[in-house]
């Protein structure tokens, strides 16, 4: 189904996932700390505009990055690492925007909530981008001649990441 899709499509449906993660790691980031149905201060009522905001800094500092561009499949442990940053950089602007509008008020919930949010986040982003790594190598691999490679040595290495 998604392999038929275009890169432009492909690339709306990546960042809907990441807005929707954003949202969802954010609420469980306070959940993780709160009982949410417990808790109803004003500054949690007033803060509620957070949520969609996070799932749109997190599209812009993922694009910034240039997430959207590296193409899953040769993803490697620096495609990885840029999540990760990303997701702290994400953390740090909505735990700015979110304190900013509070200045000077009683905050109603503990800072604790935005370290917490970058660390589900790149777990949330990291294992949304490897699920579809691993759907879309299993696509690749469905119809492969089974080949041997033997004694080629570093052009061996070559010759199986051109076959794969």
Known sequence: MLEVLS??????????????TAVTMLWLSYWFLYDPQKTTSDANINLWW????????TI??????????????????RFFINVIVSCFIVSGLVAAIGLASVY????????KI????ALVL????????????????????QNRIPAAIYGAGSAGHQLFSALR
């Open 7 to 20: 890169r432009r499509n492909k690339l709306i449906i990546a960042m809907i996932t990441d807005a929707i």
């Open 50 to 57: 957070l949520l969609p905001t996070s799932g749109l800094i």
């Open 60 to 77: 812009g500092v993922f694009y910034f990055f240039g997430l959207y561009r590296t193409i899953l499949r040769f993803a490697g442990t």
């Open 104 to 111: 000077g008020e009683v905050v109603g919930f503990s800072r």
């Open 114 to 117: 935005f370290p917490l949010f």
């Open 122 to 141: 790149s777990v949330g982003s990291s294992g949304s981008r490897l699920i579809a790594r691993s759907y879309f190598e299993r696509l690749l691999t």
